[in-house]
C-alpha cells in the first residue's frame, strides 16, 4: 500500500527566505501532484509531476521529481505572506484510482 | 472548465435527519470521488467511482451511501449520521486511472450534526 510522508509538518518562515518541502513515498507512484489548502478551502492543483527528473516551475515555487528516491520536493523562493497555507502531496497507488496525501505541511510566512 | 460544483456549501443536520450531498462535474471525467476532511488533517478518501461503477469503497460505515447516477453526477446520501462525523466532504474527479492529468477538488460541503 502506498504511504506518502511530508516533512516538515509545520513550517515557519521569514519573508524573502527560501525552504523546500520534501515528500517520500513508499512505493512505485507513477505519479505525483501538489495541492494547495487555504484554511476552511477546497484544494487547489498546483503541479502535477509524471516522470523521473520532472520539474515545474510557478511563480515562487519549484516542484520535482525523482523516482529511483520516491522522492519529490517542492522549493519556495523569497516567500511572500501570500504563499501562506497548507501543502499537500499526493500519489495514486499501484495504477489505481486510489489518490493518496501525505499529511500535509503547513506553511506560515512571517513579514 | 475544470470546475467540480458541489451542493449544498453548508449542511447542519439532526442524527435521525436524511440528507443527500451533490457533486457535478462536465469535464468529460470517468473517475468521481469522495473524500472526508476532518481540521488539520489530510484528505481521506471514502468511494470511489469508474465509469459510473464503485470501484472503491474504504470500508466506510453504511450511514455513507454513494451514487453515481450518471457520467457527470455523484451523491453521498447520509443517514443517522454521529456527531463525529461532522467534517468537510470533498468530491473529486479526475480522467481515470492512467491519465496525465490531476484529480480536481470541488469546494466541498462543510457538515455539521448535532
Known amino acids: 500500500e502506498l504511504k506518502v510522508e511530508q516533512n516538515p509538518l509545520f513550517l515557519s518562515m521569514q519573508e524573502g527566505k527560501n525552504y523546500t518541502i520534501y515528500c517520500n513515498y513508499s512505493t512505485t507512484s507513477d505519479r505525483l501532484y501538489w495541492y494547495r489548502q487555504d484554511p476552511g478551502k477546497s484544494l487547489e492543483s498546483l503541479f502535477v509531476l509524471l516522470s523521473n527528473g520532472a520539474v515545474k516551475q510557478e511563480g515562487r515555487l519549484m516542484a520535482s521529481l525523482d523516482t529511483k528516491a520516491r522522492l519529490s520536493t517542492l522549493h519556495i523562493t523569497a516567500a511572500v505572506h501570500d504563499l501562506s497555507a497548507t501543502y499537500f502531496c499526493?500519489?495514486?497507488?499501484?495504477?489505481?484510482?486510489?489518490?493518496?496525501f501525505g499529511k500535509g505541511t503547513k506553511l506560515t510566512v512571517n513579514p | 472548465d475544470t470546475e467540480v460544483t458541489q451542493t449544498p456549501k453548508h449542511l447542519v443536520m439532526g442524527m435521525t435527519n436524511k440528507k443527500s450531498l451533490k457533486c457535478e462535474q462536465h469535464?468529460?471525467?470517468?473517475?468521481m470521488y469522495w473524500y472526508k476532511q476532518k481540521a488539520k488533517k489530510p484528505p481521506e478518501l471514502m468511494f470511489v467511482?469508474?465509469?459510473?461503477?464503485?470501484?472503491i469503497n474504504e470500508s466506510v460505515p453504511s450511514r455513507f451511501s454513494p451514487e453515481c447516477p450518471n457520467s457527470s453526477l455523484l451523491n453521498l446520501h447520509l443517514h443517522a449520521l454521529q456527531p463525529e462525523d461532522s467534517a468537510l466532504y470533498l468530491c473529486?474527479?479526475?480522467?481515470?486511472?492512467?491519465?496525465?492529468?490531476?484529480?480536481?477538488f470541488g469546494q466541498g460541503t462543510r457538515l455539521t450534526v448535532v
Open positions: 469535464m468529460g471525467h470517468r473517475a
Open positions: 473529486a474527479s479526475s480522467q481515470g486511472p492512467g491519465a496525465d492529468t490531476e484529480a480536481f
Open positions: 467511482y469508474s465509469y459510473e461503477k464503485l470501484s
Open positions: 499526493a500519489g495514486y497507488q499501484g495504477g489505481s484510482e486510489k489518490l493518496v
